[in-house]
Structure formats: C-alpha cells, structure tokens
Nanobody, 115 residues
Framework: QVQLVESGGGLVQPGGSLRLSCAASGSIFSSNAMGWYRRAPGKEREMVARIINGIVANYADFAKGRITISRDNAWNTLYLEMNSLKPEDTAVYYC?????????WGQGTQVTVSS
C-alpha cells in the first residue's frame, strides 16, 4: 500500500509559478507510471503530465512549454513545476502512481489562478 500526499497548491496570479510536490510513503523507484492529473470545476479529470517506466515523459498539449514533471527517487517524491499559469489552470491537482498491480491516488491539492 502506498500513500500519496500532495502539497504546494495555492492562490497565484496569472503568469505566476507554482511547484507541486507528491510525497510517497514508499519507494517509487520501480513505478511503472506516475503522473499528475487535474480536475477543473464542471470538467472531467485530465492528464497533465506523466512519466512512463521512469524515463519517458508525456505532456498534455496545454502543458507543453509551461509545465515540467520530475521525480526524486531518493526522497520518493514527484514534482510538477508550473510556470506562466493561466486562469484556466485552476483545478484540483492529483498525483497518481502505478506500482505493480496497484493504482494509487493522492487527495489532491487546489491550484487557483486569479488576479
């Protein structure tokens, strides 16, 4: 069983930056896939960025050039660096990890982009 705890969300002005963190209770080194998803009000959950087999990073079109996903195996932490934030980035952001046969989600962290 892996527990995931996101942090780093908050209120930021348009054009600002945030760095989200996802701390795992166990090792994520052997994860098959890990990533960040978001759900905006009234919308379905969507993928923001993910790392496949520890190497390949996929980004949603809206994230390319503005958002970077990274991992720190030593600290069992997944990060999401977000720059040039827009009001449409407002959402709850969730961390997700697939480890063996298990699929784990964090509780989410709210990101609000507003002036």
């Amino acid at each position: 069983q892996v527990q995931l705890v996101e942090s780093g969300g908050g209120l930021v002005q348009p054009g600002g930056s945030l760095r989200l963190s996802c701390a795992a209770s166990g090792s994520i080194f052997s994860s098959n896939a890990m990533g960040w998803y978001r759900r905006a009000p009234g919308k379905e959950r969507e993928m923001v960025a993910r790392i496949i087999n520890g190497i390949v990073a996929n980004y949603a079109d809206f994230a390319k050039g503005r958002i970077t996903i990274s991992r720190d195996n030593a600290w069992n932490t997944l990060y999401l660096e977000m720059n040039s934030l827009k009001p449409e980035d407002t959402a709850v952001y969730y961390c997700h990890i697939i480890l063996g046969a298990g699929s784990y989600w964090g509780q989410g962290t709210q990101v609000t982009v507003s002036s």
